[in-house]
């Protein structure tokens, strides 16, 4: 099994940065499938970014162009890098490992404006 521990959230300012972490432990991180998913207040969780064992990225259409996913596999981890925020981004950040259909704590990212 693997385990994720997400960090790096907190209050920012519109237009502000947040760099998010997500540590993994288990074993076999190099050749999972990470990805960031986020939930608001009332709404579904969403689909973010994906990172694959071969460095392939994706992300959803809202974030395009102002985050960036991508993985350090000597640390065991995946970040998410987080610019040009808006309020819209305000929610509950998760990691997933899609292998194991792990899914971390989730961190707050609160974007004021």
């Known amino acids: 099994q693997v385990q994720l521990v997400e960090s790096g959230g907190g209050l920012v300012q519109a237009g502000g940065s947040l760099r998010l972490s997500c540590a993994a432990s288990?074993?076999?991180?190099?050749?999972?499938?990470m990805g960031w998913y986020r939930q608001a207040p009332g709404k579904q969780r969403e689909f973010i970014a994906r990172?694959?064992?071969?460095?392939?990225?994706n992300l959803a259409d809202s974030v395009k162009g102002r985050f960036t996913i991508s993985r350090d596999n000597a640390k065991n981890t995946v970040y998410l890098q987080m610019n040009s925020l808006k309020p819209e981004d305000t929610a509950v950040y998760y990691c997933?490992?899609?292998?194991?259909?792990?899914w971390g704590q989730g961190t707050q990212v609160t974007v004021s404006s």
């Open positions: 997933n490992a899609e292998e194991f259909n792990a």
């Open positions: 288990g074993g076999l991180f190099s050749m999972l499938t």
């Open positions: 990172i694959r064992s071969g460095y392939d990225t």
